[in-house]
């Protein structure tokens, strides 16, 4: 799962080029050790090192290729599309003019079995060790009927207080109507859909309109 993962690598650093600081929110798939330490806890073991713990394996994929998943970001007025060869082939970032706040979408297919409600015990955990993180709201309540982890707060980074919110959704394609080849019967995709919103701190309440569009308006559902 690593060497599939790994390949998100710079979310930890997507706007590098955008913006003074950039976001310490790391991709929870990404930067983090493969295995946890004999002194890591069961707490704090990151969601990539849990699936890949587990036999996961999980490869990147763009939202508009997806054939048996919608995955909607509704786009504010006034953003952009943001790119960077720095980025992870299939992410797809919006901003607000050069700067932040930014919103980033990653979806990647799941193969393997794994325990969802184990799984999202380990979702919000990069988030949680970032600099001076301050929890402002969480929720593990399902999202669009599917499991999910969001977590939001606040952080420090490059001597910049940030902001951001992220949702983990763990969705399911529509089942098909034949098996793929190798399989004795159909079964549907399993994905995982994260998507981060990041802004300065002192930003956050004047920015407050469009990103609560974003986050309202985001949508996940088999199609």
């Known amino acids: 799962m690593r060497a599939a993962l790994a390949v998100v690598a710079a979310a930890a ?3 590098t080029g955008c913006g003074a600081a950039t976001p310490d929110y790391q991709s929870l798939l990404a930067t983090t050790p493969s295995r946890p330490t004999p002194t890591t806890s069961e707490e704090t ?4 090192a849990y699936l890949e713990s587990v036999g996961v394996k999980g490869e990147p994929v763009a ?6 998943l919608a995955v909607t970001v509704p786009r504010p007025k006034g953003w952009q599309d943001y790119t960077n060869t720095n980025l992870a082939p299939g992410t797809r970032v919006i901003a607000d003019g050069e700067t932040y706040p930014t919103a980033m979408l990653m979806v990647f ?5 794994f325990d969802t409600a184990e799984a999202l015990k380990h979702a919000d955990v ?3 060790i970032s600099e001076n993180f301050k929890k402002l709201n969480g929720s593990r309540d399902d999202f669009k009927g599917f499991p999910s982890s969001m977590i939001e707060g606040t952080y420090d980074v490059g001597g910049q207080r940030m902001q951001a919110y992220n949702r983990i959704v763990f969705a399911t394609g529509k089942m098909p109507a034949k098996p793929a080849p190798g399989q004795l019967e159909p079964k549907a995709q399993k994905y995982l859909v994260q998507l981060t ?7 956050a309440e004047s920015k407050g309109a469009a990103i609560e569009q974003i986050i309202s308006g985001f949508d996940v559902s088999a199609k």
């Open 13 to 15: 650093a997507l706007l």
């Open 45 to 48: 073991v990151p969601l990539s």
């Open 63 to 68: 939202p508009e290729k997806l054939t048996d």
């Open 109 to 113: 297919t799941l193969d393997g079995d």
């Open 126 to 128: 990069d988030a949680e």
């Open 197 to 203: 919103i990041t802004s300065f701190a002192d930003d």
